[in-house]
T-cell receptor, first 114, second 114 residues
Framework: AQTVTQSQPEMSVQEAETVTLSCTYD???????LFWYKQPPSRQMILVIR??????QNATENRFSVNFQKAAKSFSLKISDSQLGDAAMYFC???????????FGKGTKLTVNP | GAGVSQSPRYKVTKRGQDVALRCDPI?????LYWYRQALGQGPEFLTY????????KSGLPNDRFSAERPEGSISTLTIQRTEQRDSAMYRC????????????FGPGTRLLVL
């Protein structure tokens, strides 16, 4: 079974600085998708960014970008110019192509200090 | 609607009672998913519908849990004879179609079983 590991239970960053959240996953499949979801204190679950495994180019969404290292099975999220509103739990998730379920890591709690 | 909606947002019940949790997906989305999120954990897959057909219920923990989506839109997750260990956040998500891997989550229903 696929597993997703987020080794950093908590991280902190100064406002306007850059922070990187780590995620590794275990799979023997070649067709899959990776996601980062944000869960703010409101407990909503908001999609941040998505990466297709077949794409070599790293996905970018405004201040959010990923470093996708397929051989290392690593999928880290970089947040640039951190803002107070970025404070949240961040979950890494894996979807195997052809499957409908997402497999989530345990999350990383990000604190943004003013 | 603009997003996935769930009701109730909070539910407190006594052990042994039945509860029904409702999910209204994004208009036009044919695939619907249920997840359960324990405190301090990422969401875990419960079940999945494509239109009205329940395609995968492998994540339902036992036969006290059931779900339906009779008209291919609104879905209900029912827990019979609730137990304290059922206390969690129950999340619904939808996607445009089967095979569209990006899932959009609702705000969740927080269930507390006393």
């Amino acid at each position: 079974a696929q597993t997703v590991t987020q080794s950093q239970p908590e991280m902190s960053v100064q406002e306007a600085e850059t922070v990187t959240l780590s995620c590794t996953y275990d799979t023997s499949e070649s067709d899959y998708y990776l996601f980062w979801y944000k869960q703010p204190p409101s407990r909503q679950m908001i999609l941040v960014i998505r990466q297709e495994a077949y794409k070599q180019q790293n996905a970018t969404e405004n201040r959010f970008s990923v470093n996708f290292q397929k051989a290392a099975k690593s999928f880290s999220l970089k947040i640039s110019d951190s803002q107070l509103g970025d404070a949240a739990m961040y979950f890494c998730a894996y979807n195997q192509g052809g499957s409908e379920k997402l497999v989530f890591g345990k999350g990383t709690k990000l604190t943004v200090n003013p | 609607g603009a997003g996935v909606s769930q009701s109730p947002r909070y539910k407190v019940t006594k052990r042994g009672q039945d509860v029904a949790l409702r999910c209204d997906p994004i208009s036009g989305h044919v695939s619907l998913y249920w997840y359960r999120q324990a405190l301090g954990q990422g969401p875990e897959f419960l079940t999945y519908f494509n239109y009205e057909a329940q395609q995968d219920k492998s994540g339902l923990p036992n036969d006290r849990f059931s779900a339906e989506r009779p008209e291919g839109s609104i879905s209900t997750l029912t827990i019979q004879r609730t137990e304290q260990r059922d206390s969690a956040m129950y999340r619904c998500a939808s996607s445009f179609r089967s095979g569209e891997v990006t899932q959009y989550f609702g705000p969740g229903t927080r269930l507390l079983v006393l």
